[in-house]
């Protein structure tokens, strides 16, 4: 069920459950849906409602002061689903490599290994809302009709992330029914936990805080707590939870908020591809069997040990040239698109879209057009189809002639090819790095709470592997006789201002199974408090280069089964 | 691996030949003309007549502007190759002949088993941002030392 935290009254006393969680995204949507039925009363605080509303976004704002970073309300999303309601929905699991010490990986290896998670991996892939279980992420790499690069040798092998429809991805309408109609969970909406409060020696939980915009105050006792509120407020509620201690819950070894991890972004190189039309269909997004999917290059496990690299995913994408950029925005080809709307009958559809690419390929012209004339004149037998087809048949082909008129047009007027370059960008793994950190500024929100302050920093190790991979793609790309690749990040070992992260929180509350290198151990469990759990991708020991939500998710299903077994037998 | 002048020139690294318009500034420019798709970067893959090594190897790549913004980007890097023989020597090594010995028949065939070789081997070089085979990076500096403009 679910209730609106301004409205409880918090005069009436502490109000009672089983479990806490704290956050409803992903994590806290995924433990909570997990336990629905089992008889835990379970009350869910989440800081937003069913939209985002400004005032509710502003309590995420703070400070930025590292390297460049996003600004913070704007990198996460306070509503009822958290951060999926805009989430890109890529996923793919780590790796098993990825959970093991790495030659050149500070801190690496994390204290459980893939196979303790592999048992949740389809289920997280549903809860993410994947069309194929992630088990099966194989198989359709092999039915896959894109084919990839033919880069090879040790160093490199294709990848595949596999993404979530649009209309799956938010967490919100995916969960609301079960959620709403179980009798033993509550999801208390506009409720914000402002802080966990422990007994006086600090290894229990007694209870959490709860205040309002609108100005109610309650508490809420319960014999556990998971903390889910994402991985920069995980550990700012920790640090400002200073009632029985100035450090914070869980901070005894100032580990909380350190190793803050993102996955850095950034234009690494340009391939000049040898064939023009040379074709990367595999490295968009593109349908194999009704669900979409996107490859990218990847290093092999051999290399990345060798080279002692954090992993590098690098995404390939053609840019058009400055010259068809332009010519595309502009008002002839607005009118070509929304003449092409006109005969598909459909209004504003993908065959506008089409047309834009068409237009930008040289090679229809050739299949279409008389060859050598001085015109765009069409081939009889193209005309004839035209008019004598049936209306979808006019359809397809209208635009593409359009297209490769708009193409010739473009080309002679300017000179330029259908594309640049291949652009690569380069996500990178970013390692365990404890300046890395998310501490408290000296300012605070509409609710006291002093705002978080993000210090996200770098190592050499995150820029050594871009480099490498980028080096090493040159070789190849050439040897294979592909094209020629020119590396566009500094060599310096500076980052450019195109360098962004992937909107992904790790490592603020790590699992370890050391308290002096972490804040949780193997469990979820902080060390230290007997009833206090985190979940979402702050326990990231490592951070990998793929994209976290489906392994938090796994996590938080393991979790659940770990809470059931260990609380609730 | 075999190489030689009938190997197509899809097999063949591609190479230093220019595109228009890749990316602009100066010697960004200059060098992205040289490495390029489209046409064979080689002249040639046989010796040409009985001109010394050194004419030899300057000849194997087409002298265009490209090919010399590669070499001096080289040579900027490399100043002691400015010294042809020390160059010649380098390259002779690069190529596994003799630098002062007759030029062999298949010089145009060694030295792209060299450049593909260096490739394979991820030895390269760093022109202006291009990843390069050393072994062809030093071909266009011998480009642009036996041919001075
Ligand atoms: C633009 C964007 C694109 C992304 N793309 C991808 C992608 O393609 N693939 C991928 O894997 N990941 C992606 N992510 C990351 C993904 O959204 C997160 O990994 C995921 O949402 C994290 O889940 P979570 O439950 O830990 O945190 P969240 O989803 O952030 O949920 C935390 C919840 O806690 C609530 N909360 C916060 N503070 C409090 C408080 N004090 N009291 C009560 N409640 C509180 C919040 O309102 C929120 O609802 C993207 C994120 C963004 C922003």
Known sequence: ?569 | MTAGPDRGAAAQPAGLLGRRGFVGGSLAAVTATAFAAGTRPWTSLVAVGDAPLAEQLGALLRDTPGVRAVGEAYLVSHEEHRDVPRLLAALAADLGIQPDGAPPADLGARAWEAVQADLLARRTVRLDGWVASPTEARLAAMTLLVHPS
């Open chain 1, 1 to 569: 069920m679910f209730a609106d935290g301004r409205e409880l009254d918090g005069a009436a006393g502490p109000l009672r459950a089983d479990l806490c969680i704290i956050g409803g995204g992903a994590a806290g949507i995924t433990v909570a849906r997990q336990l629905v039925g089992s008889g835990i009363r379970v009350v869910v605080l989440e800081s937003g409602g069913w939209e985002v509303e400004d005032d509710v976004q502003d309590l995420s704002a703070g400070e930025n002061v590292g390297l460049p970073y996003f600004p913070l309300e704007t990198a996460r999303v306070r509503a009822f689903g958290g951060s999926t309601n805009h989430w890109g929905g890529t996923c793919r699991p780590l790796d098993a490599r990825d959970f093991e010490p790495r030659p050149g990986i500070p801190l690496s290896g994390w204290p459980i290994r893939l196979s303790d998670l592999e048992a949740h991996l389809d289920e997280a892939g549903d809860i993410c809302g994947l069309g194929r279980p992630v088990s099966e992420l194989d198989a359709a790499e092999e039915e896959d009709d894109e084919r990839p690069l033919a880069l090879g040798g040790d160093d490199f092998e294709a990848r595949f992330n596999e993404i979530v429809a649009d209309d799956e991805r938010s967490f919100a309408p995916r969960h609301r029914d079960r959620l709403e109609a179980a009798d033993d969970v509550a999801v208390h909406l506009w409720a914000n936990v402002t802080g966990i409060v422990t007994d006086d020696a600090g290894g229990h939980v007694t209870h959490v805080e709860v205040a309002t915009l609108t100005g109610n105050r309650y508490v809420v006792e319960a014999r556990v707590v998971v903390l889910a509120a994402g991985g920069i407020e995980n550990a700012r509620i920790l640090l400002a939870s200073t009632a029985r201690d100035p450090r914070g819950v869980g901070n005894a070894r100032d580990q909380v908020g350190r190793y803050f991890m993102e996955h850095p972004r950034v234009l690494a190189a340009r391939i000049l591809p040898r064939d023009p039309e040379i074709d990367l269909g595999y490295y968009e997004p593109h349908d194999v069997g009704g669900d979409d999917y996107q490859g990218y290059v990847g290093l092999t496990p051999a290399r990345l040990d060798q080279d002692a690299l954090a992993d590098v995913q690098l995404r390939l994408r053609l840019k058009r040239s400055a010259a068809i950029e332009q010519a595309l925005r502009s008002p002839e080809a607005r009118a070509a698109e929304r003449l092409a709307d006109w005969v598909d009958g459909s209004g504003p559809a993908p065959i506008g879209a089409d047309l834009l690419l068409l237009s930008a390929d040289l090679a229809t012209f050739g299949d279409w057009f008389v060859p050598g004339g001085p015109l765009p004149v069409p081939l009889p037998d193209v005309v004839r189809r035209v008019l004598q087809g049936s209306t979808s048949e006019r359809a397809s082909m209208v635009p593409r002639l359009l297209g490769g008129s708009a193409s010739y047009v473009y080309s002679k007027s300017t000179g330029a090819g259908p594309f640049e370059s291949v652009d690569v960008s380069a996500r990178a793994e970013q390692v365990p790095n404890p300046d890395s950190r998310v501490t408290l500024g000296s300012d605070t929100d509409a609710l006291g709470m002093p705002r978080g302050q993000v210090d996200w920093q770098l190592t050499d190790v995150e820029h050594r592997s871009i480099v490498r991979a980028v080096d090493l793609l040159g070789a190849e790309v050439a040897a294979r006789g592909i094209g020629r690749v020119q590396v566009v990040l500094p060599e310096d070992g500076s980052w450019p201002a195109d360098l962004a992260g992937g909107w992904h929180h790790m490592g603020t509350t790590r699992m370890s199974a050391d308290p002096a290198t972490g804040v949780v151990d193997r469990d979820c469990r902080v060390h230290g408090i007997d009833n206090l759990y985190v979940a979402g991708s702050s326990v990231f020991s490592t951070a990998g280069s793929a994209t976290p939500t489906l392994t938090l998710v796994a996590l938080a299903l393991r979790l659940a089964d770990h809470l059931r077994s260990a609380w609730f037998r």
